[in-house]
């Protein structure tokens, strides 16, 4: 009984002495470090004092910023706590009421602006393509008899993303071998195209249709539309924002007329429009 009297004596004399003491906030002892007290003496009135709460992770980041030692953080954290576990909340001032007539203005500029999407066509900005592409320029067509006709190709490209579009090719080839000879060929069909920097390579798979026509001193003598289709590609080269040069393309074209097929070849080069 006398053991348990003296131990309730100590701990009553611990805890006067403990809540006798002054209690500190991190914010007297930034104002210690900011007073420039040597870390000796912050200790020390740390280590005679308590803390009125536990200090967080933001209360020991604002003593490193405010210059506090190593000595002085470890002391605080030390130190035993009188008052709750946290920094009590403090409360915000309520915002003061904004006149009638400046709520308009303050709620329009308060809102984010609406900012236009970076175009992917039209500009041709860097990393751009074109949605419209226009080709025009001299071509060759060589039949399988070893004839060679000269005339003009052109092409339609619309681009569905950078890489496919949808082309409709027309040419017109002409040439005198004792007859008038001409053919004429309407193509559709996808077109792949691999866009870097400067060069455009691209390959299509077409199918249409060609007439083929031979007149003599003005008479009509062979009068021919049958089904075609062919494959190729080619090499643009840019030169401008909207203009490009087509280097080569090459076209192998197999048209079908009276139920047999002949393999030909086509070869143009030009210009390109861009938009």
Not at 20 to 27: F, S, V
Not at 152 to 173: E, K, M, P, Q
Not at 221 to 227: I, Y
Not at 239 to 265: E, T
Request: hydrophobic share 40%; with cysteine; net charge neutral.
């Amino acid at each position: 009984m006398k053991g348990i009297c003296i131990m309730l004596a100590c701990f009553m004399a611990f805890s006067v002495g403990l809540y006798g003491q002054e209690a500190l906030t991190i914010d007297d002892i930034i104002s210690m470090v900011k007073a420039k007290l040597r870390s000796r003496t912050i200790v020390q009135k740390v280590n005679l004092s308590s803390m009125q709460y536990a200090p967080s992770v933001e209360d020991i980041v604002r003593l490193k910023e405010a210059g506090a030692s190593r000595r002085v953080v470890d002391a605080v954290l030390a130190a035993p706590v009188t008052g709750p576990s946290e920094a009590p909340a403090t409360l915000s001032p309520a915002p003061s009421p904004q006149p009638s007539w400046t709520s308009s203005s303050t709620m329009a500029s308060s809102e984010p602006q609406a900012t236009s999407p970076k175009p992917r066509s039209g500009g041709l900005e860097e990393g751009a393509y074109p949605k419209i592409e226009l080709f025009g320029g001299y071509s060759r067509f060589g039949t399988e008899g070893g004839v060679g006709l000269d005339g003009l190709n052109i092409a339609f490209s619309y681009n569905l993303i950078d890489w496919l579009g949808l082309v409709v090719d027309s040419s017109s080839h002409y040439a005198k071998i004792g007859t008038d000879a001409s053919i004429h060929s309407l193509h559709f069909g996808p077109q792949f195209a691999f866009r870097f920097n400067k060069v455009t390579p691209f390959v299509r798979p077409l199918v249409g249709f060609s007439h083929i026509r031979e007149d003599l001193f003005g008479i009509p003598v062979v009068r021919e539309t049958g089904f075609s289709f062919g494959f190729g590609g080619g090499l643009d080269v840019k030169v401008a924002n909207h203009v490009a040069i087509r280097a080569v393309q090459f076209d192998y074209v197999n048209i079908r007329v009276g139920g047999f097929g002949s393999d030909n070849a086509r070869l143009s080069f030009g210009a390109v429009g861009r938009w």
